[in-house]
């Protein structure tokens, strides 16, 4: 379906609020200074926290506020008044954000803001520890696994140590998420298991045994997963005083973003860097916290002020994205949550439209309504990439999609096959770790493994050879050799090889024809290997290019990038969690029936009921002129075995005035 995309112009006029003025200088080089008046660019709020430099800050930033602008001003603001750009440390949760951050603020306010130390945690991390790697008895070339490899080694230890299992024990994905929320939330193993995975507490001993295995074998074969990251760079901080300090005065002004999604550990690790100057700036939204489940601690940003001296608060309220009507209808749903920080967003962006709450007879009707609504929507030119409709869970959307289909509307789905996950980029991965480290066991085993006549227990006995590294004179004799020849060649050739695209090519070209024998789909994989060679142009180093895959990977394969950057528009389907930080005209919010949204599994834990609560709020705070909320009276729950009739428990109560209630029923 073509359409012209519209452009929307968002009124963004200053503030009715009498305001002072503030100028900040620019250089754009050593012979060249010249005055900026950001009057009209900040309101008085941000332009306190732009000003704010010694101590410590929290900035509670609500939706849609202009937080990202307030950290990067600030940036450049530190810089303006003589603070070394390598001095400041600017923390986010996608290497995407902060460098987003960074270039905005190089390229608008001062090119010196490019110096800037901006990362992820994990990305910090991964580059501190490999600069005192020594200090921890670590090997440099540490290899780091993503959470498939994690698993496997989990599930290779514990074939070995207990071979027969009992019917109820844990898949190896479950008993990795035990490890990591111990580690991240810093509590034992077995408290874990008692409070959160009580139905196997009869095998606790076991889970805890292959946890020691787990963590001795990554030692003895130089891997670390994510955790160990975080885990051994709070390690380095608090166990070694001369590092610390010397972090600490480095890094003399740290900023981090979203904080209400830090967990324990990174928590711990900010009080570590900042422990010799107490200057740090929290930015984030209690109210948008909602990675529970990843480990997030909500406490972290409501403990903020007790965990560092004379805190400093300020709030964020202004919202330049929504109208005001449905800002007061998400000031409503979150006033019901039983813990934070009191605050109320305002907008001057004036709509008349009211928010709607959508009555349906059943889910097929609700999902006939959301597309007659979508058709009369772009008959008033908005376009299709500004509509999404939001989901609780990826299955809430079946029928909506086979409607979507019948009318031709187009539309992308968030949640897809992720790049990283597939299984021949793996193969690719796993061929250069080897290359960088041989004692990769887990990429040794599924290297060798790919080919012809070669199982599990030849692997045993090839490995030793490849770790040694001496691959041609050792191959004489070796059974499978005609098999392993081609892969010791290449492996060979590329030891002391330096250009990261001549060893991608070469590995590439290596692999094609075993990509061709495995897979019947293969034309349409060899794209993605395409975009994998793409990707590896942006660096010039092997462990570089590697780590950033593995801390910050690729969303989709080849196939979805090109899907998401279509000329055409497209609608987009979401899950909430997917669509935070995001924002659309026109947002449709189904299937919210209580049971389901929220989940009748958060109905006896008052935190988890919280979570809910806060996700709804991030939801609604997407839209900025449309907002359908929906929920069908006979929802058969095949959990329950119940029918599910009453709209979301978290619009109970809700005036006519901020939600205005519909009916829908067949002609």
């Not at 035990?178 to 580690?183: A, P, Q």
């Not at 406490?299 to 965990?307: A, E, R, S, T, W």
């Not at 528009?569 to 389901?596: M, P, Q, Y």
């Amino acid at each position: 379906m073509q359409l012209e995309e519209k452009n929307e112009i968002i009124n963004k006029n200053s503030s009715s609020v009498a305001r002072k003025k503030f100028v900040l200088k620019k250089r754009i080089n050593l012979n060249q200074e010249y005055k900026v008046d950001y009057e009209n660019e900040l309101n008085l709020k941000q332009m306190e926290a732009v000003l704010a430099k010694d101590g410590a800050y929290l900035v509670i930033a609500g939706a849609g506020s202009g937080k990202t602008k307030t950290l990067t001003y600030r940036t450049a603001r530190l810089i303006e008044d003589g603070v070394n750009p390598q001095n400041i440390l600017l923390l986010t949760f996608t290497k995407k954000a902060s460098a987003e951050m960074l270039n905005r603020a190089s390229l608008v306010l001062d090119e010196r803001c490019e110096d800037v130390a901006g990362g992820t945690f994990h990305s910090f991390a991964n580059m501190i520890l490999r600069k005192y790697s020594k200090l921890l008895g670590l090997k440099n070339n540490f290899t780091i696994m993503d959470q498939s490899d994690a698993q496997d080694v989990i599930q290779h230890l514990s074939g070995i140590l207990y071979p027969k299992k009992e019917k109820r024990f844990p898949k190896k994905s479950t008993i990795l998420e035990i490890y990591s929320k111990s580690v991240n939330k810093e509590i034992p193993v077995k408290e874990i298991i008692e409070k959160e995975y009580f139905n196997f507490v009869d095998v606790q001993d076991k889970i805890i045994e292959i946890q020691k295995a787990y963590v001795k074998y990554k030692r003895e074969k130089s891997l670390l997963d994510y955790d160990d990251l975080l885990l051994y760079l709070k390690f380095l901080l608090s166990e070694n005083e001369a590092v610390r300090r010397k972090l600490s005065n480095n890094y003399k002004y740290i900023m981090i973003d979203e904080y209400q999604d830090t967990n324990t550990l990174q928590a711990d690790i900010i009080k570590l860097l900042a422990s010799e100057h107490n200057n740090v700036m929290a930015v984030g939204d209690d109210s948008q916290s909602i990675y529970a489940f990843r480990g997030a601690n909500y406490k972290n940003i409501l403990d903020f002020p007790n965990v560092f001296e004379n805190v400093k608060i300020i709030k964020l309220e202004q919202n330049y994205r929504s109208s005001q009507n449905i800002l007061n209808l998400t000031n409503k749903i979150i006033s019901k949550a039983r813990e934070g920080y009191s605050k109320k967003l305002f907008s001057e962006i004036v709509d008349v439209k009211m928010p709607v709450l959508i009555r349906a007879k059943n889910s097929q009707i609700e999902a006939e309504f959301v597309c007659q609504k979508v058709l009369e929507l772009l008959e008033e030119d908005i376009s299709l990439n500004d509509i999404c409709i939001l989901i609780r869970n990826a299955r809430m959307s079946y029928n909506l999609e086979i409607e979507l289909s019948k009318a031709n509307i187009p539309f992308q789905k968030f949640g897809g096959p992720k790049f990283m996950d597939s299984a021949h980029i793996k193969d690719i991965i796993a061929h250069l770790r080897v290359i960088l480290n041989p004692d990769d066991t887990v990429s040794l085993n599924r290297i060798l493994l790919l080919l012809k006549g070669i199982g599990s227990k030849a692997v045993n006995s090839i490995i030793p050879i490849m770790q040694q590294g001496a691959y041609n004179h050792k191959l004489t004799g070796v059974k499978y050799s005609n098999s392993l020849k081609p892969l010791f060649d290449v492996l060979s050739n590329l030891r002391e090889e330096i250009d990261l695209q001549k060893i991608i090519e070469n590995i590439v070209s290596y692999y094609k024809p075993i990509l061709k024998d495995k897979y019947d789909d293969w034309q349409k994989r060899e794209k993605d290997l395409e975009h994998f060679i793409y990707l590896s142009k942006q660096y010039k180093k092997l462990d570089s290019f590697l780590s950033d895959l593995a801390l910050e990977p690729p969303e989709a394969s080849v196939e979805g990038v090109y899907k998401r950057n279509i000329k055409d528009d497209c609608l987009t389907i979401s899950t909430i969690h997917s669509a935070k930080g995001l924002e659309w005209n026109s947002v449709f919010i189904i299937g919210a029936v209580d049971g389901r949204f929220p989940s009748a599994y958060s109905f006896n834990s008052p935190e988890e009921l919280d979570e809910e609560l806060r996700l709804m709020y991030v939801a609604t705070t997407r839209a900025k002129s449309d907002l359908y909320i929906s929920y069908p009276i006979d929802m058969y729950d095949y959990a329950s075995g119940m029918i599910l009739s009453k709209p979301s428990r978290f619009l109970d109560d809700i005036d006519e005035s901020l939600l205005e209630p519909w009916d829908i029923e067949e002609e």
